[in-house]
């Protein structure tokens, strides 16, 4: 039974790296099409035909963009400030921003320590973030002009 459950979450992962592949590789000439100004012109132009579909557009490609730190975001916030004005496209990005990175902190945090247990012992996980718990502390301490010595 143990042995299945591992053989299950090794496939979950290598299906979710795939996957992430799959979808950088899907996404990345979209990408790279709108650093151009012809390329952002070209899709504000197929996004304008969409109607509400475009919101939802950008928010999957912002939520993409979050997710797999590989992909530009510069071109997306020029392309919602072309779809939405600058203030409208401002709000966009800064709530659709606070919405992945909240849906990710609450996946990691309700998934993340268990997913990371599979691979690691829970002491050498607990002997690292107290590493950087210190290495936080001195840094701040650093940063407000104190001398700290470990």
């Given at each position: ?8 979450k ?9 996957l ?13 099409g709108i650093?151009?100004?012809e ?11 969409m109607?509400?579909?475009k919101?939802?557009v ?9 997710l797999l730190?590989?992909l ?11 779809c939405y ?12 921003v ?16 268990s ?8 002491e ?9 718990m210190?290495k ?14 470990i």
């Open positions: 039974m143990k042995n299945k459950k591992k053989i299950l090794i496939t979950f992962t290598i299906l979710s790296i795939v992430f592949v799959g979808l950088i590789i899907y996404l990345f000439p979209t990408m790279k650093t151009t100004p390329g952002r012109l070209k899709f504000q132009q197929k996004l304008d035909g109607g509400m579909g919101f939802w950008l928010l999957a490609l912002q939520f993409a963009q979050i730190v590989v530009p975001g510069e071109p997306l916030e020029v392309l919602a400030g072309m004005g600058t203030v409208g496209g401002t709000i966009f990005i800064l709530a659709t606070f919405i992945t990175t909240t849906l990710i902190f609450y996946l990691v945090r309700k998934y993340g320590k997913y990371i247990e599979q691979f690691f012992k829970k050498k996980i607990e002997k690292r973030i107290q590493e950087g210190k936080f502390f001195c840094d701040i301490m650093k940063a407000l002009g104190r001398n700290v010595a």
